[in-house]
């Protein structure tokens, strides 16, 4: 008998065990094949079951979306400990570190949420404008002036470091150092082009 029926566990456990079998689908998988049929197989539980935790195949997938999410915020949070320059690198190479070490679902995350739930989309989007206000917070911190400009900025910017870490931490293998320098880079030529605009 799979473990996952053997294992006696209260609902909120349960429940939890069955996201995270959803989460570690998605590190070979996109969100749109995994459906209520799939983790019912691979967790060793009836479908039935799951419509009584998740109701839908959406919420089902919006569940395993916000844990996947949550996981990666969690990891990357800034410390506030360090100076803003220290913790933006910081804070980068750590992202680089979660990317590389879990390629598949930061993939599934922002390359196969464009087509899904609009429900998905809003919990992704919540991620990049939490990511944009952590960087502006340590920018402002370094004196550069809180305007619209800037939070435009950063979050195109946050966009360019999601294809960033696609193309180089996943698809070329690059290490994580020149990974964070190149981000770096990038960011400066952004703050300094908003310092001339707003002189």
């Known amino acids: ?9 209260s609902p909120e456990e349960r429940r939890a065990q069955l996201i995270a079998t959803g989460v570690n689908f998605l590190a070979d998988h996109s969100l749109d094949e995994l459906t209520m049929d799939e983790l019912a197989r691979r967790a060793g539980v009836s479908r039935p079951l799951l419509f009584h935790y998740f109701e ?7 569940a395993v979306v916000i844990k996947a999410r949550d996981s990666l915020l969690v990891f990357t949070e800034p410390r506030l400990e360090l100076p803003p320059r220290e913790r933006i690198q910081d ?3 750590r992202i680089t570190q979660f990317v590389q070490q879990h ?9 196969g949420i464009a087509s899904g739930d609009p429900a998905v989309r809003k919990v992704v989007d919540e991620s990049r404008e939490l990511n944009a206000e952590r960087l502006r917070d340590a920018l402002v911190e370094l004196d550069l002036p ?3 400009m800037l939070r435009v900025a950063l979050r195109s910017w946050v966009a360019f470091a999601e294809e960033t870490l ?13 990974v964070v320098r190149f981000l770096e880079a990038a960011l400066r030529g952004m703050v300094s082009a908003t310092r001339e605009l707003n002189a």
Request: hydrophobic residues 35%; aromatic residues 4%; charged residues 25%.
């Open 91 to 93: 804070t980068l190479l």
């Open 146 to 148: 809180d305007t619209p």
């Open 1 to 9: 008998m799979p473990e996952l029926q053997r294992a006696r566990l």
């Open 166 to 178: 696609i193309s180089l931490a996943i698809d070329r293998d690059t290490p994580a150092d020149d």
């Open 56 to 62: 839908t195949r959406q919420g089902m997938q919006l």
């Open 103 to 111: 390629r598949g679902t930061f993939y599934s995350l922002v390359r």
